[in-house]
Each structure stands twice: as C-alpha cells, then as structure tokens.
C-alpha cells in the first residue's frame, strides 16, 4: 500500500521568510496530493491539492510542486506570517480496490516568529 | 466551515464498552471517510462508506465497523474499547469517492 513520508517534523523560520515542506510517496499509481493545515483543537483544513497531470499550483503564498518520476511533492509557503503557524499535514490518495483513502505524512509543526 | 459537522464533540469512555460517533456529510456529498488522529500523529485511515457500502478499510481491526444512511450521514462504532483507542476521530465527506475531502471537527475520545 502506499507510504508517505514528510519532512522535517518542525520547522522554525521568521516572519517574512519562505518555509518548504517535502514529502515522498511510494505507489507511483497514486495521482492526487492534497494538503491540510491543522490548528491546535481544530479540523484540517485543505489549503491546496495537485493533480498527477499537473507539476505545479499556486495560490497566492502557497505552492505545491510534484515530481513524478522522483514520486515527492513540496509545500511552499513565501512571506510567512504568524498565522501560518499550525501542524501541516501532506497526502496521497491510495487508489485501492474500489475505494480510496487519503494516506497522511506524520505532519510538520511551522512556527513562525515575529 | 466545511459543512461536515461530528457529533459529539468530547466524549469519556471506560475500557470494554462501546461507543457510537455520528457524522453529517456535507449537503450533496455520497462519500464518507473516517479517520483516527492519535496525539501528535497524521490522521489514519479507519473506512470510507460510498453510497451506503463500504468502499474500502484500513489497517483497523473488526471491532471499529460503520454505517452510511440514505441521507448519506455516517456512524462509526467502536466495541471492547481499549485505551490506545484514545485519540481525536475525524470524519470526512467528498461529492464522490475520488473527490476533495472536507473534514468535520472530531471527536475527541478518552478511553480510561
């Protein structure tokens, strides 16, 4: 089944500096990366996805970049705020039988100092 | 918001009992999701229900089962609790089993 692995598990940068999480997926089958943001006490909240047919997406700070052939993708985020911080979580969509789960990275903790 | 909304939103349990978690999808959505967030952890996934089946189950044993109604909201039923069991359970809803998936806010579970 697939795999994903997230990197780093904390991540400390100023306000106003650029912040890159990346993420490794082992079934090469799978074709949707989604990622979510969780606050402490709250739901995640997806900020952005990519689509296997798609290198790159971007919504004002925050980009997604995929590469299929090394299967990882990264989280950009340009100009953090303290807002930003939260626990990022990245995954991969498991095409199993007839269903699909969403398979997560143990996520990453963003602090973001003003 | 998601329009995903779980119910209830604590809930304290002793070891060996049951307990039932309630899931409204959001309107027009026939996918539901569940997934168990550990302290710390990525979500895992627990079982997805399409269209009132099971469409697929994670690395969970036989006591976690589910139910999807015609209104397409969602139970999820744990049996003989144990205190791993403990953590924070999310459902999620999507238009169809491929699709985004939005998430309710948890219930938060404490097995002592």
């Known amino acids: 089944g697939e795999n994903v692995e997230q990197h780093p598990s904390t991540l400390s940068v100023q306000e106003g500096d650029s912040a890159v999480i990346k993420c490794t997926y082992s079934?090469?089958?799978?074709?949707?990366f989604p990622w979510y943001k969780q606050e402490l006490g709250k739901r995640p909240q997806l900020i952005i996805d990519?689509?296997?047919?798609?290198g790159e997406k971007k919504d004002q700070r925050i980009a997604v970049t995929l590469n299929k052939t090394a299967k990882h993708f990264s989280l950009h985020i340009t100009e953090t705020q303290p807002e930003d911080s939260a626990v990022y979580f990245c995954?991969?969509?498991?095409?199993?039988?007839?269903?699909?789960?969403?398979?997560f990275g143990k996520g990453t903790t963003l602090s973001v100092s003003s | 918001e998601t329009g995903v909304t779980q119910s209830p939103t604590h809930l304290i349990k002793t070891r060996g009992q049951q307990v039932t978690l309630r899931c409204s999808s959001q309107s027009g959505h026939n996918t539901v999701s569940w997934y168990q967030q550990a302290l710390g952890q990525g979500p895992q996934f627990i079982f997805q229900y399409y269209r009132e089946e099971e469409n697929g189950r994670g690395n969970f044993p036989p006591r976690f089962s589910g139910l999807q109604f015609p209104n397409y909201s969602s139970e999820l039923n744990v049996n003989a609790l144990e205190l791993d069991d403990s953590a924070l359970y999310l459902c999620?809803?999507?238009?169809?089993?491929?699709?985004?998936?939005?998430f309710g806010q948890g219930t938060r579970l404490t097995v002592v």
């Open positions: 990519i689509r296997s047919n798609v």
């Open positions: 995954a991969a969509i498991e095409a199993n039988q007839a269903g699909t789960a969403l398979i």
């Open positions: 999620a809803s999507s238009l169809d089993y491929r699709g985004l998936s939005f």
């Open positions: 079934d090469s089958a799978s074709n949707y």
